[in-house]
């Protein structure tokens, strides 16, 4: 497997909530994972960020992403990947019961390759827009 497909394979699955246990396969032991954003602001991890992603989908049960971009950069050991994060939320288990709300939030994934798995990954995402169209905050 590629690096691109590894990258491609880890963002479908991350995005769909599959969860550390599928997410792993593509990543070093202890990845490591970064966003300037407040509602990530904690999460260090790759594996607790996979896990943040899942849960997402509880609240949010018909969130789903559109990829608009996809590049490899081979001199970097690079993978970036943009798009657009789409739901409602009409289930449990956000901070707020549901409100009905639909939101479409930009971002990005930035994954940085250890051999042929990814070590690293930030993503760049504004969470003030995203929460506040899901009346979250």
């Known amino acids: 497997m590629t690096q691109f497909d590894t990258a491609k394979a880890f963002f479908d699955a991350c995005e769909t909530g599959k969860g550390w246990d599928v997410c792993q396969d593509w ?7 970064s966003c300037q954003a407040d509602a990530l602001a904690e999460t260090k991890t790759l594996a607790d960020y996979c896990e943040w992603m899942k849960d997402l989908l509880t609240p949010v049960q018909d ?9 490899m ?17 009409t289930g449990p288990g956000g901070p707020v019961a549901p409100t ?15 051999g042929d798995k990814i070590a690293h990954m930030t993503k760049i995402w504004n969470d003030v827009q995203a929460l506040r169209g899901l009346g979250w905050a």
Not at 63 to 71: C, D, I, K, N, V
Not at 73 to 89: C, L, P, S
Not at 100 to 114: I, L, P, R
Request: hydrophobic letters at 40%; one cysteine or more.
């Open 100 to 114: 009905g709300k639909a939101v479409m939030s930009d971002y990005a994934y930035v994954m940085q390759f250890d």
């Open 27 to 33: 990543c070093t032991d202890g990845a490591t994972f």
């Open 63 to 71: 969130g789903r992403y559109r990829l608009t971009s996809f590049a």
């Open 73 to 89: 950069d081979e001199a970097r050991v690079t993978a970036v990947v943009t798009a657009e994060f789409h739901g409602t939320q």
